[in-house]
């Protein structure tokens, strides 16, 4: 991926997405050793990280094809499929979203208001990313990955060119990686910009493929547990696009357990005031947990990806459940 195509995404969605705030946590900051500063993604439109690249994905296909698709497909976890929704809707596109039966309800319930068909009906992630791509291979749409996409992750590597912006020099990215979209275009953006830059990846304990698959050299399938960090949950399919980058442009890799999670989420709205769901605070549990640990020679950038936690959840882990 050139830099070039990162400008030319950030171009294309500018009018659709919100340039997030990046702010300095006192908390974090004093765990760590070092300045850390939250980009919050949490705040964008659709409330994650996606809205950047299910925008740029629709939009570019536009550009090439002169046209809108008849229909499109996807599967997410709920977020992806939140924002392609979005993006759908705003150019008059239908979307066929494919999510397990137990995402979590404000998710589902946005990717309905959005006009968008829901099929909830699978047992995890897995098993809905082949429902979407058989329902797309079998002529009833294009399929829009919510990460192995060129587009998409195009879009997701918009962050870095806000973080380079705000914060030249910074000396680390912490970014949470589920099927691995966001990390590969922040990290081949970040290191296109400054060399560098150290560039870590965090999992979750209850689901961590790339962790085990640059141990093996080759992309290996886990059994993924449930997890606080559903959208971080599953394998990416086979024929991912995600793991190359991984590997060339991510520094490390680390994990983070239930109980980690649990702590950021709860210590972002103790500390920042901020709402995260569980894969969007994947990066402050590595900081907060210290899984990962830096010299302090620069600014520290942690990706706060979603908020689009179900409010009965929230609730119940601040009442310690």
Do not use: C
Request: no cysteine.
């Amino acid at each position: 991926m050139q830099l070039l195509e990162v400008l030319r995404a950030r171009a294309r969605i500018a009018p659709y997405v919100r340039r997030t705030p990046l702010v300095r946590s006192s908390w974090l900051s004093e765990r760590a050793g070092a300045p850390v500063w939250l980009k919050l993604e949490s705040l964008q439109v659709s409330h994650s990280f996606k809205a950047r690249g299910a925008f740029n994905a629709v939009i570019a296909r536009l550009e090439r094809s002169g046209g809108p698709p008849a229909r499109l497909v996807t599967a997410s976890a709920g977020n992806h499929g939140r924002a392609l929704a979005a993006a759908a809707r705003a150019f008059g596109i239908p979307l066929v979203v494919f999510t397990p039966a137990d995402a979590p309800r404000t998710k589902l319930a946005a990717i309905a208001r959005h006009g968008a068909v829901l099929r909830a009906e699978a047992r995890d992630y897995d098993e809905a990313e082949r429902a979407a791509r058989t329902f797309a291979s079998d002529g009833d749409g294009e399929f829009i990955s919510g990460y192995s996409d060129p587009d998409v992750i195009a879009g997701a590597a918009t962050i870095a060119l806000d973080v380079a912006e705000e914060r030249p020099g910074t000396a680390a990215l912490v970014v949470p990686v589920g099927g691995g979209g966001l990390v590969s275009g922040v990290a081949a953006a970040a290191k296109a910009i400054d060399p560098g830059i150290e560039v870590a990846g965090v999992e979750a304990e209850a689901s961590h493929p790339f962790h085990d698959s640059l141990r093996a050299g080759r992309l290996v399938p886990i059994t993924p547990e449930p997890t606080l960090a559903d959208g971080l949950a599953g394998n990416p399919d086979p024929e991912t696009i995600t793991f190359a980058f991984v590997q060339q442009f991510v520094d490390r890799m680390t994990m983070v357990t239930e109980e980690d999670l649990r702590g950021a989420i709860v210590g972002l709205i103790e500390h920042e005031h901020l709402v995260s769901e569980g894969a969007g605070a994947a990066a402050v549990a590595a900081l907060a947990a210290r899984r990962l640990t830096f010299e302090p020679e620069g600014d520290i950038v942690a990706i706060v990806s979603g908020s689009n936690i179900d409010v009965g959840r929230l609730a119940s882990l601040l009442a310690g459940g």
